[in-house]
């Protein structure tokens, strides 16, 4: 049952920085005027699973390779007891993050390196996560689901952590 909460949870967070949630994982599409959605498809070609600093990745407990979706190529990290983790691509600008579940984010941009970034907290959610602008509408999404209230203080600090270990290796924007 853990697993099944701790991949819908990353899989929400990731698609529209939802929290966790039981059931079956799968992006969330927005069908509202921009049709943002997340996707694979027609995004910048690198290697989603392996851009993330496996340092960061261990001091989480997350030391075993990522889950990939082969259905929406999205790679979760996830262990007992353990915030969960999410990366994938979406195809909407920075600035128009999809938020299907209405949580209401707070966006916070700023810059890692070339790219330019929005730090994404839903802290009621236990979510946070961060954006890094590809291109003007391909978005490549960090995303850190906490695993509890005790642990949700920190999911921002390890979304922040990850994406400045990830950028160097994202495509130049």
């Known amino acids: 049952m853990l697993l099944t909460v701790v991949t819908a949870g990353v899989a929400l967070a990731a698609a529209g920085c939802g929290g ?11 069908t509202s005027a921009g049709s943002a959605t997340t ?12 851009v993330l600093p496996q340092d960061v990745l ?11 979706d082969p259905d929406t190529g999205q790679c979760t990290w ?11 691509v979406g195809s909407y600008p920075l600035d128009k993050r999809p938020d299907p579940n209405g ?17 994404v907290a839903a802290p009621d ?11 003007p509408n391909t978005t490549f999404i960090i995303s850190v689901v906490a ?18 270990g990830a950028e160097p290796k994202l495509p130049k924007s």
Do not use: E
């Open 103 to 119: 949580l209401h984010p707070t966006l916070t941009p700023f810059t890692i390196g070339s790219h330019k970034a929005m730090l």
């Open 20 to 30: 966790a949630a039981g059931g079956t994982a799968s992006p969330a599409t927005d």
């Open 147 to 164: 695993l509890d209230s005790k642990t949700a203080p920190a999911a921002c600090d390890h979304a922040r952590a990850l994406a400045n």
């Open 39 to 50: 996707t694979s498809a027609a995004a910048p070609a690198f290697d989603k699973c392996a």
């Open 58 to 68: 261990v001091s989480m407990g997350l030391a075993d390779p990522p889950k990939v």
């Open 78 to 88: 996830f262990a007992p007891n353990k915030d969960g983790v999410g990366t994938q």
């Open 125 to 135: 959610a236990g979510t946070c996560g961060v954006d890094l602008a590809l291109d």
